[in-house]
């Protein structure tokens, strides 16, 4: 089978556009020829690589998948508002470069979001003679409605309504969680042309050690309550620093944000505001030191807005949180990754504008009363069992490989 991908967002870049990557490799690695529509890389800090500069169309051979990129107007995500133009750009630069590939596709593979993939991919399958399907990572512009981030709006509405007519256009959708698949059956998708492939997790997460991070950052035998990821919009944060300001008086408790993002700026004037000492960013930090990152944790947060549409998301970063060993505790009340989490060994769970459950909950995995230790090791193996990015992405090809 010959399949064109089309994305945004594709490594070298960061984040959960790496599943994609991994997937389409596994495709190539049975026999499938591979092809991936993308852009120039710059996400998420706006930055474009020496090797892609001055350039608005190039390929390139990643493991067996070839890479078509295309100029887009380079965008952080301190930039919601040029992010939204860059994505419009992609949308013109790919279909002006369209017709530098084949003439042919037997399937187009379009990821979402942003909305203007689905466009691109539903385009192209006509162009191509394709079939067409889209994959679901984030409902937009709900997902977008819901945490704040656009307001309702006839731009909105008109957003929604050309989405909702691909859904019906595609040939199949795949989607990353089952609350996403379930609302695509309830807005009018045949059932049957759905599947669920969630993301999973790679081995070196599973298999990770700490890599001597602890000793590189001068955190040496610290309780670390860490969060690793985006600092963005989406995930209420402030709870984070609020429970570090009380427990501020326990020195051997140390909190760490890695990452980047919107709200990084905010979170370091709240930590200056209140003369925390107890509070560490370390910014970006290359992918592959990730898993020793979270190795070095004791415990890993994580936490969303508990708006509707939050109830349906399964952050992907969650598998790589789970195979690192480490107890996590989840700011919301309900939703499907507290399911996932309740299933692989037990969820713990604090109301996300409640900083004083998070300090307990922290509290009781330092003292022990909760066991923390046994309670990763159960995370670990869940993942080891059911979650490994190779089993899903045998799941995704059974499922295309049959339209």
């Known amino acids: 089978m010959d399949i064109l991908i089309v994305t945004q967002y594709f490594p ?5 556009v790496r599943r994609l990557y991994e997937f389409a490799r596994f495709f190539a690695g ?21 090797e892609y500069r001055g350039k608005f169309f190039c390929e390139e051979e990643m493991e067996g998948v070839r890479v078509y990129r295309n100029w887009v107007l380079p965008a952080s995500n301190n930039k919601p508002g040029r992010r939204m133009i860059g994505f419009v750009t992609f949308l013109i630069s790919s279909l002006l470069n369209s017709f530098r590939l084949k003439s042919r596709y037997d ?20 162009l191509k003679r394709g079939k067409f399907v889209i994959e679901v990572r984030d409902l937009q512009p709900e997902s977008s409605e819901d945490f704040g981030n656009l307001k309702q709006s006839l731009f909105t509405r008109l957003i929604r309504k050309i989405i909702h007519s691909l859904y019906r256009k595609a040939d199949r959708i795949v989607s990353v969680t089952d609350g996403i698949s379930g609302y695509l059956a309830d807005i009018g998708v045949a059932p049957e042309r759905i599947a669920t492939v969630k993301s999973g997790v790679s081995d070196e997460f599973i298999n990770s050690n700490s890599n001597g991070i602890r000793k590189k950052f001068g955190w040496g035998d610290k309780f670390l309550v860490l969060y690793s990821g985006t600092l963005g919009w989406v995930r209420p944060l402030e709870t984070v620093v609020e429970a570090a300001r009380q427990l501020a008086d326990q020195p051997d408790i140390h909190f760490v944000f890695v990452g980047d993002g919107q709200k990084k700026t905010a979170l370091e004037n709240m930590v200056r505001d209140y003369g925390l000492k107890n509070v560490s960013f370390t910014g970006l930090q290359p992918l592959e030191d990730i898993p020793y990152f979270l190795k070095a944790g004791d415990v890993l947060i994580e936490s969303l807005k508990e708006v509707p549409v939050a109830k349906m998301a399964f952050p992907s970063k969650m598998y790589e949180y789970m195979a690192s060993g480490r107890p996590i505790i989840f700011g919301a009340r309900q939703g499907e ?10 969820a713990l769970a604090y109301p996300s504008d409640s900083p004083e459950k998070l300090a307990e909950l922290i509290m009781k995995l330092r003292t022990g009363q909760i066991d923390g230790k046994k309670l990763g090791e159960r995370y670990n193996r869940h993942v080891a069992e059911h979650h490994t990015r190779e089993k899903w992405a045998r799941k995704y090809l059974d499922f295309i490989e049959n339209i």
Do not use: C, F
């Open 12 to 16: 070298p870049e960061r984040g959960a």
């Open 30 to 50: 049975q026999g499938h020829k591979v092809s991936v529509m993308t852009a120039i890389p710059n996400y998420p800090d706006g930055i474009v690589p020496p």
């Open 107 to 126: 399937l187009v593979l379009a990821s979402t979001p942003p909305v203007t993939s689905p466009v691109i991919g539903w385009l192209l399958s006509k």
């Open 337 to 346: 990754a507290l399911k996932e989490l309740e299933i692989a060994g037990g």
